[in-house]
């Protein structure tokens, strides 16, 4: 049996290695460097998990694994470490399959240089029942799952009355995505930076060159992407958490006139970045349990960014152990 939780998360659960150069040292391409690899629990789904159970919110996880050591490993911290509830209910072990693995490489600064993401397992994440839905108040999904998958859950969770979450995870799924009118009607809410926003805006990704002139006109083209984007996502009202990375978030909110308001909220400085890969993944949950909480969303973004800048300073795994502390 799947408890009941006000919150429901479908996505991905990855073992996660990070490697980066030696402190002190430059990454250099075409041969080997010197530095330290580091092996944690990873994925969207399972880090927005995290961050909502070391909040208190008992979130469920519905996620897919190999049935091998790495995924009953992870199924089980997640319930002693990180306070997700029914994951023997929730998490499919596939047999015959790995667990999925992503591996970054950082450059000196902890930004990510080039990453590979071995996700076939996700493939197989399950659909959540109507009868686990009935008593969700927020639905988050990434982009895991197969298309169908994504779009048969905003349905069914749109129609048991919960909002809908989304995490873009990639360009292409973004783009993807973008181009599925019904599954964007559904969105109350999702959380892209900004070649995702581009791709789901246009429907397909854009070059680095638009990025980078985008991330450079004072914001004027991530805010006609922005308003293209909510026009087509939920009617009665959305938003658009946009990461900027440096330049901070972008609140991006749709009333129901379909008038489009904006809020910047600039990065903090004096950062110490010791690993971004977890870093907008603790906004989206605690944003999340804000809400949860009956905060406005301007206040649910400080408080994602709070938890941001937590996990960016913790080097060795992508979400921090003292958010919730």
């Known amino acids: 049996n799947v408890p009941s939780s006000k919150v429901v998360v479908v996505g991905g659960a990855v073992v996660d290695l990070v490697a980066r150069p030696a402190d002190g040292s430059q990454l250099i391409l075409g041969t080997s460097n010197p530095g330290i690899v580091v092996e944690s629990d990873g994925g969207v789904g ?5 961050v909502l159970g070391r909040l208190g919110a008992k979130p469920v996880l519905f996620t897919a694994v190999g049935d ?68 969700a108040e927020i639905v988050v999904m990434d982009a895991n799952a197969p298309i169908k998958t994504l779009a048969e859950t905003a349905h069914l969770a749109f129609y048991s009355g919960a909002k809908v979450f989304f995490e873009p995870t990639s360009v292409p799924k ?9 599954f964007l009607s559904y969105l109350s809410y999702a959380f892209p930076n900004v070649d995702e926003l581009l791709a789901m805006a246009d429907g397909w990704p854009d070059s680095k060159e638009d990025v980078r002139e985008a991330e450079q006109d004072e ?25 900027m990375g440096k330049d901070g978030v972008l609140l991006a909110s749709k009333a129901s006139g379909n008038e489009i308001a904006y ?24 944003f999340v349990h804000a809400l949860l909480e ?6 649910a973004v400080r408080i ?22």
């Open 68 to 135: 091998d050591s790495l995924g009953h490993a992870i199924a089980r911290r997640l319930v002693e470490e990180c306070g997700v509830v029914g994951t023997e209910a929730t998490v499919n072990f596939v047999a015959d399959a790995s667990t999925a693995t992503y591996l970054a490489v950082m450059n000196s600064i902890g930004d990510l240089h080039t990453a590979i993401a071995d996700m076939s397992v996700s493939s197989s994440i399950p659909i959540p029942s109507p009868e686990t839905l009935k008593d």
């Open 174 to 182: 973004a783009a993807e995505l973008g181009r599925n009118k019904d």
């Open 46 to 50: 399972r880090n927005v998990a995290e």
């Open 304 to 325: 994602g960014m709070d938890a941001a800048i937590k996990s960016l300073s913790c080097g060795d795994r992508a979400i921090s152990p003292k958010i919730g502390i």
């Open 294 to 299: 009956g905060k406005g969303e301007a206040e």
């Open 219 to 243: 914001m004027r083209t991530i805010k006609i992407a922005a308003e293209e984007l909510l026009l087509k996502m939920q009617p009665s009202g959305a938003h658009l958490v946009i990461t």
């Open 263 to 286: 809020r910047h909220f600039p990065a903090v400085d004096g950062i110490e970045m010791k690993n971004s890969t977890g870093a907008g993944d603790s906004l989206c949950g605690a």
